[in-house]
Protein backbone atom coordinates (compact mmCIF):
# COMPACT_ATOMS: atom_id res chain seq x y z
CA UNK A 1 0.00 0.00 0.00
CA UNK A 2 1.45 3.20 -0.85
CA UNK A 3 2.29 5.30 2.24
CA UNK A 4 -0.40 7.90 4.08
CA UNK A 5 1.21 11.12 4.81
CA UNK A 6 0.67 13.55 7.81
CA UNK A 7 2.06 16.93 7.01
CA UNK A 8 2.69 19.66 9.32
CA UNK A 9 2.93 23.17 8.96
CA UNK A 10 4.48 26.77 10.47
CA UNK A 11 5.29 26.80 14.69
CA UNK A 12 4.20 23.22 15.04
CA UNK A 13 8.19 21.93 15.57
CA UNK A 14 7.04 24.04 18.70
CA UNK A 15 4.38 21.94 20.13
CA UNK A 16 4.36 21.55 23.94
CA UNK A 17 6.02 25.16 24.72
CA UNK A 18 3.43 26.51 22.24
CA UNK A 19 0.69 28.50 24.16
CA UNK A 20 -0.10 25.27 25.68
CA UNK A 21 -4.17 26.69 26.58
CA UNK A 22 -4.45 26.44 23.45
CA UNK A 23 -2.12 23.62 22.10
CA UNK A 24 -1.81 21.29 24.79
CA UNK A 25 1.65 20.06 26.46
CA UNK A 26 2.26 17.62 24.19
CA UNK A 27 5.65 17.87 21.68
CA UNK A 28 5.11 16.82 17.74
CA UNK A 29 7.53 13.79 18.36
CA UNK A 30 4.67 12.45 20.78
CA UNK A 31 2.58 13.34 17.79
CA UNK A 32 4.60 11.78 15.79
CA UNK A 33 3.96 8.11 17.78
CA UNK A 34 0.13 8.53 17.74
CA UNK A 35 0.17 8.58 14.11
CA UNK A 36 2.23 6.14 13.75
CA UNK A 37 0.54 3.60 16.63
CA UNK A 38 -2.72 4.38 14.36
CA UNK A 39 -1.57 3.63 11.61
CA UNK A 40 -0.62 0.42 12.73
CA UNK A 41 1.10 -1.62 9.29
CA UNK A 42 0.32 1.23 6.90
CA UNK A 43 3.42 3.14 5.81
CA UNK A 44 3.51 6.68 7.19
CA UNK A 45 5.33 9.73 6.11
CA UNK A 46 5.13 11.99 9.59
CA UNK A 47 6.28 15.86 8.49
CA UNK A 48 6.71 19.31 9.65
CA UNK A 49 7.96 22.71 8.07
CA UNK A 50 7.93 26.46 8.90
CA UNK A 51 8.51 26.97 4.66
CA UNK A 52 5.54 27.09 1.97
CA UNK A 53 7.69 25.52 -0.13
CA UNK A 54 8.55 22.37 0.88
CA UNK A 55 4.46 21.61 2.25
CA UNK A 56 3.79 22.49 -1.16
CA UNK A 57 6.40 19.95 -2.51
CA UNK A 58 5.32 17.52 0.13
CA UNK A 59 1.81 17.73 -1.50
CA UNK A 60 3.67 16.92 -4.65
CA UNK A 61 5.34 13.86 -3.43
CA UNK A 62 1.99 12.94 -1.94
CA UNK A 63 0.51 13.28 -5.40
CA UNK A 64 3.13 10.47 -6.96
CA UNK A 65 3.77 8.17 -3.59
CA UNK A 66 0.98 8.27 -1.45
CA UNK A 67 -2.62 6.65 -0.83
CA UNK A 68 -3.81 9.73 1.80
CA UNK A 69 -2.89 13.26 3.67
CA UNK A 70 -3.73 14.64 7.01
CA UNK A 71 -2.64 18.16 6.67
CA UNK A 72 -2.33 20.50 9.35
CA UNK A 73 -1.13 23.51 7.54
CA UNK A 74 -1.45 25.81 10.49
CA UNK A 75 -1.26 29.25 9.56
CA UNK A 76 -0.57 29.05 5.85
CA UNK A 77 -4.30 27.62 5.93
CA UNK A 78 -5.64 30.96 5.88
CA UNK A 79 -3.39 32.47 3.64
CA UNK A 80 -1.95 30.02 0.85
CA UNK A 81 -4.44 29.53 -2.54
CA UNK A 82 -0.66 27.85 -3.63
CA UNK A 83 -1.00 25.22 -1.27
CA UNK A 84 -4.69 24.99 -1.99
CA UNK A 85 -3.91 25.28 -5.87
CA UNK A 86 -1.38 21.74 -5.09
CA UNK A 87 -3.91 19.93 -2.81
CA UNK A 88 -6.23 20.18 -5.49
CA UNK A 89 -4.24 17.80 -7.57
CA UNK A 90 -4.13 15.36 -5.14
CA UNK A 91 -6.70 12.30 -5.95
CA UNK A 92 -6.92 10.54 -2.48
CA UNK A 93 -8.69 11.70 0.41
CA UNK A 94 -7.44 14.69 2.52
CA UNK A 95 -8.34 15.72 6.04
CA UNK A 96 -7.78 18.69 7.50
CA UNK A 97 -6.57 18.75 10.98
CA UNK A 98 -6.30 21.66 13.62
CA UNK A 99 -5.47 20.67 17.02
CA UNK A 100 -7.62 23.28 18.43
CA UNK A 101 -11.25 24.50 17.56
CA UNK A 102 -10.37 27.45 14.71
CA UNK A 103 -14.09 28.61 14.76
CA UNK A 104 -13.89 29.30 18.28
CA UNK A 105 -11.11 31.68 17.77
CA UNK A 106 -10.49 35.21 16.50
CA UNK A 107 -11.82 35.72 12.79
CA UNK A 108 -8.17 35.27 11.30
CA UNK A 109 -8.59 31.58 11.64
CA UNK A 110 -12.18 31.31 10.82
CA UNK A 111 -11.84 31.32 6.63
CA UNK A 112 -9.79 28.28 5.55
CA UNK A 113 -8.54 27.33 1.76
CA UNK A 114 -7.51 24.37 2.77
CA UNK A 115 -11.23 23.70 3.13
CA UNK A 116 -11.98 24.22 -0.63
CA UNK A 117 -10.35 20.35 -0.81
CA UNK A 118 -10.57 18.68 1.87
CA UNK A 119 -12.99 16.05 1.92
CA UNK A 120 -12.66 15.96 5.64
CA UNK A 121 -12.09 19.22 8.40
CA UNK A 122 -11.39 18.14 11.74
CA UNK A 123 -10.45 20.81 14.83
CA UNK A 124 -10.48 20.82 18.39
CA UNK A 125 -9.92 17.71 19.38
CA UNK A 126 -6.34 18.63 20.71
CA UNK A 127 -2.95 16.36 19.97
CA UNK A 128 -4.46 13.11 20.78
CA UNK A 129 -6.85 13.54 17.92
CA UNK A 130 -4.33 13.18 15.04
CA UNK A 131 -4.54 9.63 15.82
CA UNK A 132 -8.72 10.05 15.37
CA UNK A 133 -7.58 11.75 11.81
CA UNK A 134 -5.19 8.92 10.93
CA UNK A 135 -7.53 6.09 11.52
CA UNK A 136 -10.48 8.25 9.39
CA UNK A 137 -8.14 8.20 6.59
CA UNK A 138 -7.25 4.83 6.30
CA UNK A 139 -11.03 4.28 6.42
CA UNK A 140 -11.57 6.55 3.55
CA UNK A 141 -8.33 5.10 1.65
CA UNK A 142 -9.95 1.40 2.04
CA UNK A 143 -13.44 2.90 1.26
CA UNK A 144 -11.68 4.40 -2.20
CA UNK A 145 -9.83 0.96 -2.71
C1 LIG B 1 -2.30 25.70 14.37
C2 LIG B 1 -1.83 26.96 14.09
O1 LIG B 1 -0.55 27.20 14.04
C3 LIG B 1 -2.72 28.09 13.88
O2 LIG B 1 -2.23 28.98 12.91
C4 LIG B 1 -4.08 27.61 13.51
C5 LIG B 1 -3.69 25.34 14.25
C6 LIG B 1 -4.57 26.49 14.39
C7 LIG B 1 -4.08 24.21 15.17
O3 LIG B 1 -5.04 24.35 15.98
O4 LIG B 1 -3.49 23.13 15.06
O5 LIG B 1 -4.90 28.51 13.55
Not at 25 to 34: D, K, P, S
Not at 73 to 99: C, N, R, W, Y
Request: hydrophobic letters at 45%; proline letters at 4%; aromatic letters at 8%.
Amino acid sequence: MKPIYVLNGPNLNRLGKREPSIYGTTTLAEVEQICRDAAGATPLQFRQTNSEEALINWVHEAIDEGSGIVINPAAFTFTSIALLDALKMFEGPVIEFHISNVHKREAIYHRSYVSMRADVVMAGLGAGGYGTAVRALLELVAQRG
